[in-house]
């Protein structure tokens, strides 16, 4: 027996508790981007800072009551992710390039690009 579809009805979460979550993925994204060396784990710091910054967009869209000007937030959580995507794709082909020369990936050992 199939299920009755679900009425669109808002959620019983408040846009608070998606802004929180928002909040600790950017905060816990920018402690890894300042207090770590290796580069890897830089470039998944700015990934959570760019995914908190999705969540909060999109709890922004679902709280806008007009259904037009909410489809905006959606359009640019889709660029965010794409910005993300060719963030990842640079910084790893300069990784490469770095571990191929300095066999290492310390970003300590990166400022010093002079040979």
Not at 31 to 37: D, Q
Not at 67 to 79: I, M, N, R
Not at 84 to 98: K, R, W
């Amino acid at each position: 027996m199939p299920r009755p579809r679900a009425e669109a009805t808002t959620s019983p979460m408040p846009t608070t508790y998606y802004l929180v979550l928002s909040f600790l993925l950017f905060l816990i994204g920018t402690a890894g981007v300042l207090l770590r060396k290796n580069a890897l784990i830089v470039l998944m710091g700015i990934e959570l800072q760019l995914n908190g910054g999705n969540l909060a967009m999109l709890a922004f869209s679902r709280a806008i009551p007009d259904q037009a000007k909410a489809q905006s937030g959606h359009v640019f959580a889709f660029l965010v992710i794409a910005l993300a995507a060719a963030e990842a794709a640079v910084g790893l082909a300069i990784l490469v390039g770095l571990f191929r020369s300095r066999q290492t990936i310390n970003l300590d050992e990166a400022t010093l690009m002079k040979r």
